[in-house]
């Protein structure tokens, strides 16, 4: 059966070229990077390549880069680790509705913690704009987290006018970029970024390990403690293979980015043209351009997601109703909803995101069986009545 991947927001491929650069430290290159001798010195000189490798992805420099065990330790780190050590400047933190769980679940434990939380709300298309952080932001204002993309819908914030605001009224400003690097072009200096977390597994590196890029001067209390490691910022004999991987992997995704973008703009543009054509009673979820080169999401009404997600897998597509953390669970969208949509049309969802490997064939492929798909499920739903919209 043909089988097409359009599940790359919730993990990809890892790249052949990234496994050759692991392999020889998942076989013969093993010391402990901590330890002084040659077989340390080796690993510890193959972590200080892929930091490089790390940092001019960015625009930062080496030592701003705190390697982590993926995208959400990145965000916790940043947010507990900025919450505890200014909390005598202020317990005011600001973040977005649309916010990742890894940002949001941390949020809501700071509130615990008798910190406040200002979510700002987002526009139709699941954006805030730099003005609403202006207004939000009070004396007691220590953090600011705002999202680059978001995972579900593609959404591009306007991270350097935010960047700009935060900087302007000497607050902290974190993003959580993980969908956003190696997909599009990031500047932390000149989008005034002071934090932001990435994830190796989002852009064909392997899965367990991420980075986050601290500005030089401000003080990230670790998360883990036990060594001295990441110089004390955290803890634990380092993931040798995963970070050369992650290396390898962002130089990868960041060499011609623009042509990669351009090409998968291509492949997006003609799913979110020709669905609607196709299927009648959609909508486009999120900015209809200003969105990841590799995001499509769309509401099908009166189908549920689940439902349609199942179809598509028994004709070999996998796609995804939103974020792989919350399918499983029946709770529609917390992003969807803050959009402003209802629960039922926020139930049928469906999320294609894609890669650099998706093909021309593979989108006449979706084109081809969703539409089937869509039409056999209204048939049988309840919520259908014969009457679109
Ligand atoms: C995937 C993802 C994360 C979590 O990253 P992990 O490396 O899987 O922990 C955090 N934020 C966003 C926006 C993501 O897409």
Not at 201 to 215: D, E, I, Q, S
Not at 226 to 255: F, H, S
Not at 273 to 296: F, S, W, Y
């Amino acid at each position: 059966m043909k089988r097409v991947y359009l599940d790359n927001a919730a993990t990809t491929k890892l790249s052949p070229a990234v496994l050759d650069e692991m392999m020889p430290f998942l076989t013969n290159i093993y010391g402990n990077p901590s330890s002084p001798h040659f077989f340390g010195q080796q690993t510890a000189a193959a972590i200080d390549h892929a930091r490089q490798q790390i940092a001019s992805a960015i625009n930062a420099d080496t030592g701003e880069i705190i390697i982590t065990s993926g995208g959400s330790e990145a965000d916790n780190t940043a947010i507990r680790g900025i919450a505890e050590r200014y909390s005598k400047k202020g317990r005011h933190i600001i973040t977005t509705a649309v916010e990742h769980h890894a940002v949001l679940h941390t949020c809501e434990l700071l509130e615990k913690q008798g910190y406040e939380v200002t979510y700002l709300p987002v526009d139709e298309y699941g954006a805030v704009t730099a003005e609403q952080v202006r207004e939000a932001i009070r004396p007691d204002t220590i953090l600011v987290t705002v999202m680059f993309a978001n995972n579900e819908v593609g959404t591009i914030m306007p991270v350097a006018e935010i960047g700009a605001v935060c900087h302007e009224k000497g607050v902290f400003f974190h993003t959580d970029a993980v969908q956003a690097v190696g997909h599009v072009p990031i500047d932390v200096k000149a989008m005034n970024i002071d934090m932001l977390s990435l994830s190796a597994h989002k852009f064909h590196g392997p899965k367990g390990v991420g980075a986050l890029y601290v500005r030089k001067g401000i003080v990230v209390p670790a998360l883990i403690v036990g060594g001295a490691q990441e110089r004390n910022r955290r803890a634990g004999t380092e993931n040798v293979p995963g970070i050369v991987g992650m290396g390898k992997a962002i130089e990868l995704a960041c060499d011609d980015i623009d042509e990669k973008g351009r090409r998968m703009t291509v492949l997006r543009d003609r799913l979110i043209t020709e669905i609607p054509k196709l299927i009648p009673a959609v909508k486009l979820n999120g900015h209809p351009t200003n969105r990841l080169p590799n995001n499509v999401n769309f509401s099908i009404k009166y189908i549920e997601g689940e439902s349609i997600l199942l179809m598509l897998d028994l004709n070999g597509i996998a796609a995804s109703s939103g974020s792989a953390c919350t399918s499983g669970s029946l709770d529609p969208s917390h992003v969807l909803l803050a959009m402003g949509l209802t629960h039922e049309v926020a139930h049928g969802s469906l999320r294609m995101t894609l890669s650099d490997e998706t093909t021309e064939e593979d989108i006449d492929y979706v084109l081809e069986v969703l539409p089937r798909v869509a039409e056999r499920l209204r048939n049988m739903s309840p919520l259908y009545n014969g009457q679109l919209d």
